[in-house]
């Protein structure tokens, strides 16, 4: 093959991979929710699920989100691909009281207590439980214009006693611009292994 031959073949190589990398950097991301939008909908599922449903007056959160509360994590390992958020408890703006919870202080605690489950609920006798939350997802919109997003709220209450939802959300554009909040559609429980 002449040398002429060779650089044509290369050209065109050349012209499929920056064609291919075109594409690729151009194709459609998934949108993105702002902060205050992620509280929002955080928020609607929190009162959906622990408000409405349990009536807690109080929430408390995990907040350690480089490790998995152990719900989350079950969730994680039976398959279901999470990404866990500590909340923002000024934006979720709960008109209850709300405590966030590190993995240092519950390993201190169940340490020290011979059932660590009975001392934890003494320290917050209003609660439901110990919540974790998700990253909330957009799901897309209709052709309606109806954005759907959904978000995993998890619950850890005790050493067999877990439970985990998949809360979807939806906001029309008129109350997107006008500034009203998302409403909860859907519950799903989620099945979680036996530990």
């Known amino acids: 093959m002449s040398s002429v031959g060779r650089s044509n073949r290369l ?47 109080q929430l408390v959160f995990w907040s350690d989100t480089a490790n998995l509360s152990p719900t989350l994590q079950l969730l994680r390992d039976s398959g279901v691909s999470v990404e866990a958020q500590q909340p923002d408890t000024a934006a979720l703006a709960l008109r209850m009281p709300v405590h966030l919870e590190s993995l240092a202080t519950l390993e201190r605690q169940f340490r020290a207590a011979p059932d660590g489950w009975e001392a934890w609920f003494a320290r917050f006798p209003a609660s439901s439980g110990l919540i974790a939350l998700t990253r909330p997802v957009v799901l897309g919109e209709t052709a309606a214009g109806i954005a759907r997003v959904a978000v995993v709220v998890a619950r850890i209450c005790g050493e067999h006693c877990h439970s985990a939802w998949r809360v979807t959300l939806a906001r029309d554009a008129l109350s997107r611009d006008a500034g009203r909040s998302w409403r909860t559609v859907a519950v799903e429980p989620l099945t979680l292994p036996r530990d």
């Open 11 to 57: 050209f065109y190589v050349l012209l499929i991979v920056l064609a291919l990398g075109g594409w690729f950097t151009l194709r459609p991301q998934p949108p993105l929710l702002s902060d205050r939008d992620q509280a929002s909908v955080q928020r609607a599922a929190l009162l959906t699920l622990f408000v409405s449903r349990e009536h807690a007056k």
